[in-house]
């Protein structure tokens, strides 16, 4: 019977689905878990938006030229010509932009629910590892327009490259395949953009899967031999995922159909826009160049930074109590004053420099003393001041104390990029929005 045979191949579809979420998935999970304020669905997010930017990258691919002479116009063939094409780059361009705050955004809920503990401190190195390789994906794909937002954003980028002690000027002629953005670049830059940094991610976007499940899930609160209430993943926690997964891809949908991305007129090496800017999540270090010395700016701090949030996990006691947000209502309100000195003291601090680098009699000296070592020694002082006060005097946790630390060097990194991307006009000036006449990245 025809019927029949369609029910029974519905079924073994079915099936064959179930086993396949349940390899990502154990069978059952702590019915706790299906909070959604416990994650905000931000991992689940993260996938989806990997999973549209291949498949819209899939069908740009049918289009797009990978030359100099060809790479601009199959642009405009794709957003002018093909059905949909605009549409399909919109969603590919919004995709990728949003995933890096939803990854930004699901590192900060992994520190601030307590997640990297013992037996996740792998997976947190290994989601830095994915985040650095979004960025670079991100920033591979900006050149492939080749148009004069992503020319010079490329250039501007690159440069910053050459400040880095030793390595620099050889790991600039690597990425630019020669002394100048040109066509080795764009050939460097779709290979990495479509075969090795998707495929790197690929693997290790499995192994950050089944590094979760091993840890038994999203965190909980309290020991594992104390949480006996669990549902069936199929179709309690499946079901959540896919609502937020659908009004995620809703909200991308509608965000193409309403901003289209930027495309300007074809790359020009002989005309730099002013002001040049690198793309919106490097802005924040093109404006620590504004106030450092340039191997500090680029090499230095980002180096420091890096190095400390990769061995928080391993330092002891330093991971909030599990599955409790900001490990208690004191850690809370730490977290909230944080945020609130944090960026009052980043913005006074751009606001000062920018009086002192710009009076005329001032006398400071770019030097790497004044501008490098200098910076560098107070900062550390004042940050292991802050540390001694908390935990010495406040008698706040070493925890507490990590997470305030983390989210200092969060909003003083975001500050830094909100000046750059809307405050910075020509020369790089401080300017209101509306006044700016350049453009972007």
Known sequence: MPFAGTISLMQKSRRSITDLILHIHPPTVPAETLRFTLSWGLGGMAVMLVALLFLTGLLLLLVYQPSTTDAYSSILILTREVPFGLWVRNIHHWSANLLVVIAVLHLLRVVLTGAFGPGRRLNWVIGFVLLFLLLSSNFTGYLLTWDQLAYWAVTICTSMLGYIPLLGPWLLELFRGGAEVGPATLANFFVLHVALIPGTLFILLLWHFWLVRRAGGLVQVGPK??????????????????????????????????????????????????????????????ELLIHLHPVFAIFVWPLIGVVVLICVPFWRESSLPPGIWFGSERGRKLALWTVVAGGVATLAVILLDNVLLHAETATIVDTMMTRGLMPTILVAVLLTGLYVLLVRKLEYTRAETVMAGLLLLLVALTVCTVIGVWFRGAEMHLVWPWAQTGISG
Do not use: H
């Open 225 to 286: 031999s104390a949480q006996t209430d669990r549902v069936p993943t199929v179709p309690n926690l499946v079901m959540r995922e896919a609502a937020v997964g659908l009004v995620l891809v809703a909200f991308v949908l509608m965000l193409s159909i309403i901003y289209n991305a930027p495309l300007l007129e074809q790359a020009n090496p002989g005309m730099s826009p002013n002001p040049a800017k690198a793309p919106w999540y490097f802005l924040g270090f093109q």
